[in-house]
């Protein structure tokens, strides 16, 4: 009824638009903003950061305290807590980032295919959709890590795999919505193909969702993986993982405890980070939410 | 007046944040009387009802001034005291009765919670009481009715719940926020003279917003004209429509119907013809529709069974010339829009064919079909709707001429800069969002990106029915100029008698899928030969009180309503048609 319209003499800045979609970011987004990139930073330059190398032994630093030499103490063969902390960060996020990239695109076309072109062809792929998601994501990844065997690529695919299914059904979901408004009609009339339709104009409508998604699938992510490695299914040793390294300590849980704690605040952090990052996003883009809280 | 008022408003602003809205607005209403509050969307009229309701959304809203409802202070009212003058003392009709009752509660339910809250009724008494309020907004067969889900009733029958809803407790004062315009005109026609009856039956008084002028000449007593939350013209019915003081206020009255509501009686008894008759101006049509028809299946059961069809459009057949617009006329579920999706290939088409000059639409051959796609546009009716609004508007129109290859980028780009420009916009706006434009504005883009493809027709479905009535006849006047410099021809889709009967050379008149008369606007609209076009044309808003009650209102259909809906094995019987005049063709009654 109110009549909305800008001002017609006065162009928006299309910079000011952006700025003004940051500024509504609130401040624990920002919060988890600095964590990933301090931890992206973290492991991009850990042969800097780091003070010993990460598969360095020594007998004599056995289960050493936190000090001057060993910032945050050593694990039960010498190595460096700190040093295997950095280089861990990587494995963690790559693992998790890429894993979340490969669900996204795959799962966010599935979905959108489904959902654009309707009938036999949703039926089916959101019926094997919902097989993949019946499944516990941790039990299924295991099954998979533990029938192709326990390298980056697999764990990556492994996760993706279990991570897809979520991307489909808010992608599907976006397109329908999209579907029957009229400005896709319009596309139609005028003689659009239907993957330009899809991919020029609908896609970028639920994006945002996609956006959300990811980066709350991402916390996730980053938690299958430590928990592979929890259980031994991660990356070989003496590959430093965070999962990995909690299972290290998780002997000496007694005599060291810092050996289990400090890679699990590690994890706890990354995780932390991602869900502030995607609640955040998911208020500015939908401010009804907001109100909800 | 000399009885006091029942509701009366002074100095009232109101204020959203630092921007004030409405303006030093004054007025009363006696009671018995309708007070019109007439301005296009955003002149504040839809907000001082909200501020008399006290539902200004909180923190943000602030209303100064005082409005007293016999004799007390609503502005400063506790919330708790203002909930039971809400509903109870002041009652609401809204626009949208589509989605203004509740579609889970029975309606039955849904009047008798009103009931009992307000007045305390229970049991056997309050059934009585929701049966009498059904039957005093004459729904019929109230008592099977009352059980019944609101989507088994029809936009008139749930506007006319909405009235007993809001009449339940007798309330001093209903406003009605343009309770008609989502209806159809025959429908509109019903509830006016109801709520009409029923007002001087319960002496209560009315706030009625609206912005359509014709609804004005036809309710109201007083009227205040607003625009941009200022009052420009007040005064009674009589003084506003014969002596306007404003130019705005002429303008709105202006722009009104002329012709129609006038209409004499046929000349000459029209004459039979043998077979589908088809006109169009010049010598060779653009478009050529023979026997199109439309279904779309019905489907029941668990096993979804085909159980009937809804015979949307029925062998209508016509034909448009080179520069010409054939209007398209109906009601609501006519099936006028439904023609016009089919010739671009959004409905399914069951039988009859489409010709584009003269060349016969394979609708199953890409290449015939990209042909037609480049030849035939559309402009839809919702200018919000139709723009993607993550594409700037030089894309969007640009958009087209690269997807179908008819020009290089840089071509497309000097066409679209040009195209900008003829249809009243800066080009150097090329970059921004629709977003960013208004409805007008987005109307005169989506006409560009249509005339990008220099097609030979445009198919605008209701393009103007969204607009506020100034910018309706911009938009018309640019059409109508447009067409003249490309010699476009426009299939002119509305419900809307005046936009038609300025841009239309010829109109066809839709009724439950089938054309029953076709022929020259002057003819259609002044001679009408069809039943259905008669009342139609009757139940259009007068445009000017003095016209009131010297026309017969439009004869309620008594028959049991048609059902687009058939059984499978369903026949429509063949069609005859008679001639009134050159070109003007009438169906006959089967």
């Not at chain 1, 007694?254 to 869900?275: E, G, W």
């Not at chain 2, 917003?209 to 309710?219: C, L, N, Y």
């Amino acid at each position: 009824m109110t009549d909305t319209t800008v001002a017609p003499s006065t162009p928006i800045d299309r910079k000011s638009s952006i700025r003004a979609f940051l500024g509504q970011l609130n401040a624990s987004t920002w919060i988890g903003v600095f964590i990933v990139l301090a931890l992206v930073l973290a492991a991009i330059f850990a042969p800097q950061l780091a003070t010993h190398s990460p598969a360095r032994q020594s007998i004599m630093d056995q289960l050493a305290l936190p000090g001057s030499q060993f910032w945050l103490g050593a694990d039960q063969f010498g190595r460096d807590i700190w040093t295997r902390l950095l280089y861990g960060a990587r494995y963690s996020l790559t693992i998790g980032m890429s894993a979340i990239l490969v669900a996204l695109v795959v799962g966010t076309v599935i979905g959108m295919i489904a959902g654009y072109v309707g009938g036999r062809i949703d039926i089916i792929f959101m019926q094997v959709m919902d097989v993949v998601l019946a499944f516990p994501s941790l039990i299924l990844g295991l099954a998979l890590v533990a029938l192709m065997g326990a390298t980056l690529t697999n764990i990556i695919i492994a996760i993706a795999f279990t991570a897809t299914p979520a991307f489909a059904r808010i992608a599907r979901a976006g397109v329908i919505t999209q579907r029957d408004r009229e400005y896709v009609q319009a596309c139609r009339a005028m003689g659009f193909s239907g993957p330009r339709i899809l991919f020029r104009h609908i896609m970028p409508a639920i994006l945002p969702e996609v956006m959300v998604m990811a980066s709350l699938w991402m916390a996730t992510a980053v938690r299958t993986e430590a928990s592979l490695a929890f259980i031994g299914l991660g990356l070989a040793p003496p590959t430093p993982t965070w999962g990995g390294m909690v299972r290290d300590g998780f002997d000496n849980i007694l005599s060291a405890f810092h050996l289990a704690i400090i890679p699990s605040l590690a994890i706890l952090l990354l995780v932390l980070a991602f869900n502030l990052i995607g609640d955040g996003l998911r208020d500015a883009i939908d401010p009804r939410l907001k109100d909800a809280s | 007046m000399n009885k006091s008022p029942v509701i009366s408003v002074r100095n009232l602003s109101i204020s959203f944040g630092r921007t004030t809205v409405v303006h030093d607005l004054n007025f009363d209403i006696a009671p018995g009387s309708t007070l019109a509050l007439v301005g296009e969307s955003g002149s504040g009229k839809s907000v001082t009802s909200l501020a008399i309701m006290g539902l200004l959304p909180e923190r943000i809203g602030r209303a100064k001034g005082s409005i007293a409802l016999e004799g007390r202070e609503l502005l400063t009212l506790s919330e708790p005291s203002m909930q039971k003058v809400r509903g109870g003392r002041v009652s609401m009709i809204f626009q949208e009765p589509m989605t203004s009752l509740n579609p889970v509660q029975r309606v039955g339910d849904q009047l008798a919670e009103v009931i009992r809250i307000h007045k305390g009724l229970r049991g056997a008494a309050l059934k009585e009481a929701v049966l009498d309020m059904l039957r005093k907004v004459r729904i019929p067969d109230p008592e099977v009715r009352m059980h019944q889900y609101p989507h088994t009733f029809s936009g008139g029958m749930r506007q006319r719940v909405m009235i007993a809803m809001a009449l339940a407790c007798n309330p001093a004062l209903i406003i009605a926020d343009e309770p008609t315009t989502a209806l159809d005109v025959t429908v509109q026609a019903q509830t006016l003279a109801l709520l009409k009856d029923l007002q001087r039956e319960t002496q209560t008084a009315v706030l009625f917003i609206t912005h359509d002028m014709g609804v004005v000449a036809e309710v109201a007593d007083n009227v205040l004209v607003m625009r941009r939350g200022r009052e420009i013209e007040s005064g009674t019915v009589h003084e506003v429509f014969s002596a306007p003081k404003d130019a705005y206020t002429r303008s709105l009255i202006e722009a009104a119907p002329s012709l129609v509501g006038k209409f004499a009686e046929t000349r000459t008894p029209p004459q039979p013809v043998q077979g589908v008759p088809v006109s169009y101006a010049g010598d060779a049509p653009v478009l050529e529709v023979n026997d199109l028809t439309v279904r779309f299946p019905v489907r029941s059961g668990f096993f979804g069974r085909l159980t009937g069809m809804v015979h949307a459009v029925e062998h209508a057949s016509f034909a448009i010339g080179k520069g010409e617009t054939l209007g398209l006329v109906g009601e609501s579920g006519s099936g006028k829009s439904t023609i016009g999706k089919a010739i671009i290939n959004l409905a399914p088409i069951d039988s009859g064919e489409v010709r584009v000059s003269g060349q016969r639409v394979d609708y199953g051959d890409p290449q015939s079909l990209a042909r037609m796609r480049r030849d035939v546009q559309m402009i839809f009716q919702d200018p919000f709707g139709s723009l993607d609004t993550r594409q700037t508007i030089g894309s969007a129109i640009m958009e087209p001429m690269l997807v179908h290859g008819l020009a290089k980028r840089a071509e497309a780009f000097e066409k679209m800069q040009w195209l900008m420009e003829r249809v009243g916009l800066d080009p150097a706006r090329a970059t921004s969002l629709p977003h960013e434009f208004s409805g007008g504005q987005r109307q005169r883009i989506c006409i560009a990106r249509a005339l990008a493809m220099s097609p030979k027709l445009i198919i605008a479905d209701e393009a103007v029915s969204a607009l506020d009535v100034a910018i309706k006849g911009q938009i018309i006047d640019l059409m109508i100029d447009l067409q003249k410099e490309f010699d476009v021809s426009y299939l002119f889709i509305s419900h809307d008698m005046a936009a038609v009967e300025r841009i239309c050379d010829r109109v066809a008149v839709m009724y439950f899928g089938e054309i029953v008369e076709i022929g020259k606007t002057e003819d259609v609209i002044g001679h009408p030969g069809h039943d259905y076009t008669r009342r139609l044309l009757s139940a259009i808003p007068i445009t000017h009180p003095d016209q009131r009650g010297k026309r017969p209102l439009p004869s309620v259909d008594l028959t049991k309503p048609r059902s687009p809906i058939k059984p499978l094995e369903y026949r429509a019987p063949p069609p005859s048609w008679s001639m009134a005049s050159e070109g003007h063709f009438i169906r006959s009654a089967s």
